[in-house]
């Protein structure tokens, strides 16, 4: 075998589904919690650039919701509407808001954690691709 090959398979993360979309909501909660502390410090613009950026991970969180018109895709659907609404308004109120949000539908993925990785295990819920999620996070 190819030594390089052999490399980079041995480098190459072994995400599950499920903790790809945590990392994402600990993004998120960690850009609302940077803003409200520029914020509280009087650093507006650096609060407005990590509300963006907290934005775009919400977005990319709700990108992924298959809207099927399942009752629960639609709820989400509809907390990640009022995230990106609260996080644009940008008041203190506002991003606590969304922050409790976002922190709620944390804790509910982490509870169904072992349960999800055990299916993605069994191949019941097909694996991240990898290459593509290296690529697309660069």
């Not at 709700?62 to 644009?88: N, Y």
Request: proline share 4%; charged share 25%.
């Amino acid at each position: 075998m190819n030594p390089y090959n052999k490399y980079q398979e041995q480098t190459s993360p072994s995400w599950t589904r499920i903790d790809m979309l945590l990392a994402l909501y600990d993004g998120a909660v960690d850009r609302c919690e940077q803003a409200l502390s520029a914020l509280a410090g009087g650093d507006t613009v650096a609060a407005k650039a990590r509300l963006v950026k907290a934005r775009l991970i919400v977005m990319g969180l709700a990108s992924g919701v298959v809207a099927d018109g399942d009752p629960v895709t639609t709820d989400i659907l509809r907390l990640f509407e009022f995230c990106l609404h609260q996080l644009e308004k940008g008041g203190e109120a506002d991003m606590r808001s969304a922050l409790n949000v976002l922190r709620i539908l944390r804790e509910g993925f982490q509870k169904i954690r072992p349960e999800a990785v055990e299916l993605e295990r069994r191949g019941a819920i097909p694996p991240i691709n990898t290459q593509t999620t290296l690529q697309a996070m660069a």
